[in-house]
T-cell receptor
Framework: DGGITQSPKYLFRKEGQNVTLSCEQN?????MYWYRQDPGQGLRLIYY???????QKGDIAEGYSVSREKKESFPLTVTSAQKNPTAFYLC???????????FGPGTRLTVL | GQQLNQSPQSMFIQEGEDVSMNCTSS?????WLWYKQDPGEGPVLLIA?????ELTSNGRLTAQFGITRKDSFLNISASIPSDVGIYFC?????????????FGTGTRLTIIP
C-alpha cells in the first residue's frame, strides 16, 4: 500500500521542548516537503529536499530543522526557538522533476 | 513567500448549486493544480492543468488553465454534502534547482442544509 505516513496524528509538548515530527513515504519519490498550516490559512513552506543528503529552506524555516539521510524519510524538528509552534504540519512528496505533490495526513502539534 | 490570490475566501451554498472559484497570480505558471482538504486531513489532488487554455474535468469538477497563464478556475456542478472542505489552488513554475509549489489562500466551501 503506497503512500505518505505522518506520525503521530496529534502531538502535545511543553513550551521549551524540541519535538520531532515523522514523515515516511514508500512511493520512491525523490523530493519531500514540509508545510505549516495555521487555522483558516493556506500552506507555508518550511523546508524541502530534492535529493538525499540535501535540503533547502522554505519561506518560514526559522526555528525548524530537518534531515534527509534516507530517501523515504524526512523528519522535521520543531525547536524551542520557534516562537509559535502550535499548528498543523503537512508533509508532501513528489517524483523527480514533476510538479504534482502528494500529501500525508498531517500532524497537529499543540505546545502547552 | 508569495501566496496566490484565491477567491472567494468562503462560500455558503445549498446542495445542488454550482460553485465557481478562481485563483490569480502576478507571475506566470507552467502548471496549475487544484487540491481539496477535509478538516484535519492532508490536501488531496483533484485536477492538474499543464497547458494555457486547457479545460479538464474530473467528474463534477472542471478546471481551466487561464490563457494568460496567470490564473485558473475551478467549477463544481450540482454540489453534494461531501464537497464541503477547503479548496486550494497551486501554481508551479519550473526553475531548475527550485522545485516549489506556490499555494493559494484557500476557498472554504460550506453547504447549508
Amino acid at each position: 500500500d503506497g503512500g505518505i505516513t505522518q506520525s503521530p496524528k496529534y502531538l502535545f509538548r511543553k513550551e521549551g521542548q524540541n519535538v520531532t515530527l515523522s514523515c515516511e513515504q514508500n512511493l520512491n519519490h525523490d523530493a519531500m516537503y514540509w508545510y505549516r498550516q495555521d487555522p483558516g490559512q493556506g500552506l507555508r513552506l518550511i523546508y524541502y529536499s530534492q535529493i538525499v543528503n540535501d535540503f533547502q529552506k522554505g519561506d518560514i524555516a526559522e526555528g525548524y530543522s530537518v534531515s534527509r539521510e534516507k530517501k523515504e524519510s524526512f523528519p522535521l524538528t520543531v525547536t524551542s526557538a520557534q516562537k509559535n509552534p502550535t499548528a498543523f504540519y503537512l508533509c508532501a512528496s513528489k517524483q523527480g522533476r514533476g510538479d504534482t505533490q502528494y500529501f500525508g495526513p498531517g500532524t497537529r502539534l499543540t505546545v502547552l | 513567500g508569495q501566496q496566490l490570490n484565491q477567491s472567494p475566501q468562503s462560500m455558503f451554498i445549498q446542495e445542488g448549486e454550482d460553485v465557481s472559484m478562481n485563483c490569480t497570480s502576478s507571475s506566470i505558471f507552467n502548471t496549475w493544480l487544484w487540491y481539496k482538504q477535509d478538516p484535519g486531513e492532508g490536501p488531496v489532488l483533484l485536477i492538474a492543468l499543464y497547458k494555457a487554455g486547457e479545460l479538464t474535468s474530473n467528474g463534477r469538477l472542471t478546471a481551466q488553465f487561464g490563457i494568460t497563464r496567470k490564473d485558473s478556475f475551478l467549477n463544481i456542478s450540482a454540489s453534494i454534502p461531501s464537497d464541503v472542505g477547503i479548496y486550494f489552488c497551486a501554481g508551479f513554475r519550473s526553475n531548475f534547482g527550485n522545485e516549489k509549489l506556490t499555494f493559494g489562500t484557500g476557498t472554504r466551501l460550506t453547504i447549508i442544509p
